[in-house]
């Protein structure tokens, strides 16, 4: 199916561990981000990609490792997790080559660190 | 840095309209776009301002002033379904910081009967 899905749905994880968020898109976008959803913070920006094998970091990067070998993949990594962490993470993704900040989520993964 | 202020929330009833306003603080950005957001689903784009003045599609509108440092959404003949969490957000000038899209804090509109 055509879009983006990011895996798993929900996660219980405990305090140290390390966890890996997957994020796939279909559309061979360019770009694709992570974000931390917290209530009354919004959207945090945690890592970007503009391409494969290139990553920067966002508003809050600590704690978390990303990487992108390929085009439709972008992992998100809890090194050692800590309750703090415990958020919903969205995957989005976005076409390059237009101003439009048009971007592309995905269902979200609910991760609860205990 | 990019700071993109939201009221946190807004109630109306069916039928009213709706003004959510953005107001941020930066020296120049890309546009200001919108999200919705459904409790417990993906945000989800809704309009895009590039330049000044008034984009409007369907019940909804977004108005964009960069002399003022302000921009809103205008919801329409609300309808229940409008209940959500709306969103601005903007790109950071520079081609090095395109892919930082922000958004703002969110604000929940709540339609009543």
């Known amino acids: 199916d055509a879009g983006i899905t990011q895996s798993p749905r929900y996660k219980i994880t405990e305090t140290g561990r390390q966890v890996t968020l997957m994020c796939h898109q279909t559309?061979?976008?360019?770009?694709m981000f992570w974000y931390r959803q917290d209530l009354g913070h919004g959207l945090r920006l945690i890592y970007y990609?503009?391409?494969?094998?290139?990553?920067d970091k966002g508003e809050v990067p600590d704690g978390y490792v990303v990487s992108r070998s390929k085009t439709e993949n972008f992992p998100l990594t809890l090194e050692s997790a800590t309750r703090s962490q415990t958020s919903v993470y969205f995957c989005?993704?976005?076409?390059?080559?237009?101003?439009?900040?048009?971007?592309?989520f995905g269902q979200g993964t609910r991760l609860t660190v205990v | 840095g990019q700071s993109l202020e939201q009221p946190s929330e807004v109630t109306a009833v069916e039928g009213a309209i709706v003004q959510i306003n953005c107001t941020y603080q930066?020296?120049?950005?890309?546009?200001l776009s919108w999200y919705q957001q459904h409790d417990g689903g993906a945000p989800t784009f809704l309009s895009y301002?590039?330049?000044?003045g008034l984009e409007e599609t369907g019940r909804f509108s977004s108005f964009l002033s960069r002399s003022d440092s302000y921009g809103y959404l205008l919801l329409q003949e609300l309808q229940m379904k409008d209940s959500a969490s709306y969103f601005c957000?903007?790109?950071?000038?520079?081609?090095?910081?395109?892919?930082?899209?922000?958004f703002g804090a969110g604000t929940q509109v709540v339609v009543t009967p």
């Open positions: 990609s503009a391409a494969a094998d290139i990553t």
């Open positions: 989005a993704s976005s076409d390059v080559g237009t101003l439009n900040t048009e971007a592309f």
């Open positions: 559309w061979s976008h360019s770009y």
């Open positions: 930066t020296s120049g950005f890309y546009g």
């Open positions: 301002n590039a330049l000044d």
């Open positions: 957000a903007v790109r950071p000038p520079g081609y090095d910081s395109w892919g930082k899209l922000q």
